[in-house]
Nanobody, 126 residues
Framework: QVQLVESGGGLVQAGGSLRLSCAAS????????MGWFRQAPGKEREFVAA????????YYADSVKGRFTISRDSAKNTVNLQMNTLKPEDTAVYYC???????????????????WGQGTQVTVSS
């Protein structure tokens, strides 16, 4: 099993920044992707960003491209999401997820991810 614990959520004004972190522990894999998803009230869970652990290649949703940056710290086994220029529409519960893979890509689809954190609330006020 893999345990994922998110931290760093909170309340911020529009235009501000937040940094989310996800600490992974437990079973390790030779290769996997780490992703961030979010879910706003009444809406489906949506892809935000992902990173291939082996290559550090990154993937972003169009809605966050240029504002959010995903990164990984191999020594600490953590993945981070730096969120800048936040907008009220970024308000959601943000989830970290892990997807053991046989290749070095990352999926945009939540169904591909086997392990999930408990989520952290991000609220952006206007």
């Amino acid at each position: 099993q893999v345990q994922l614990v998110e931290s760093g959520g909170g309340l911020v004004q529009a235009g501000g920044s937040l940094r989310l972190s996800c600490a992974a522990s437990g079973r390790t894999f030779s290769n996997y992707a780490m992703g961030w998803f979010r879910q706003a009230p009444g809406k489906e869970r949506e892809f935000v960003a992902a990173i291939s652990w082996s290559t550090a290649h990154t993937y972003y949703a169009d809605s966050v491209k240029g504002r959010f940056t995903i990164s990984r710290d191999s020594a600490k086994n953590t993945v981070n999401l730096q969120m800048n220029t936040l907008k009220p529409e970024d308000t959601a519960v943000y989830y970290c997820a892990a997807d053991p893979r046989i290749d070095d890509t990352a999926s945009y689809f939540a169904s591909a991810y086997d392990y999930w954190g408990q989520g952290t609330q991000v609220t952006v006020s206007s």
